[in-house]
């Protein structure tokens, strides 16, 4: 009898300790599954501050060109004779060329960071060319800031000229690697 008893505590006691490490268990996942979702919103909250951020930081770049252009159109664009009259060197045309001039200096300046900020994490992570095209093409679809195909990202690194939309993906993508990877 000692010994039915014995087995029946010895039982009971290793299916409560069973059932509490069940429970133990079972919560442990739910807090896994909670840190976890966490995490996804935090990391989505980040991508998009960071989308913001390069907007904000993409119209503060164009409003500063546009403020240098607007200085050097100031002082040269007026001359004086030696009269003391002035004479305004600018016409409609020159206006409409300025325009087209800012906007090549702004691709210029982003294929600028684009390309030495590209070449840093192909060289760092020995990928191809192709590899790192592939790689910026998913990282700006994981920004949000939507799709942009490889050959579209190789020919922009190759010089070639692209539209205005993928020009901002781009400036977004440079902008999140900067901060955070190198």
């Known amino acids: 009898m000692n010994k039915n008893l014995s087995v029946e505590v010895s039982t009971k006691i290793a299916n409560e300790v069973s059932a509490r ?12 599954i909670r840190n976890e979702f966490g995490s996804v919103v935090i990391k989505n909250l980040q991508n998009e501050i960071n989308q913001h951020y390069a907007v904000v930081q993409r119209s503060n770049f164009d409003q500063q060109s546009v403020s240098n252009e607007s200085e050097a159109n ?22 409409s060329s ?4 800012r906007f090549a200096n702004i691709i210029s300046v982003i294929r600028e960071q684009f390309t030495g900020v590209f070449d ?4 760092a992570n020995n990928y191809s060319l192709d590899q790192m095209c592939a790689v910026v093409s998913v990282d700006i679809l994981r920004l949000g800031m939507g799709v942009i195909g490889k050959d579209t990202i190789k020919g922009f690194y190759r010089g070639e000229n692209i539209k205005s939309e993928n020009l901002e993906k781009i400036g977004a993508w440079i902008d999140n690697t900067h901060l955070h990877r190198y």
Request: aromatic share 0%; hydrophobic share 15%.
């Open 21 to 32: 490490l069940s429970e133990i268990n079972s919560e442990l996942n739910i807090n896994d």
């Open 74 to 95: 100031s002082t040269n664009g007026s001359e004086t004779n030696s009269g003391g009259s002035s004479t305004i060197s600018s016409s409609s045309s020159s206006d």
């Open 98 to 101: 300025g325009s087209s001039q």
């Open 120 to 123: 840093r994490v192909k060289g």
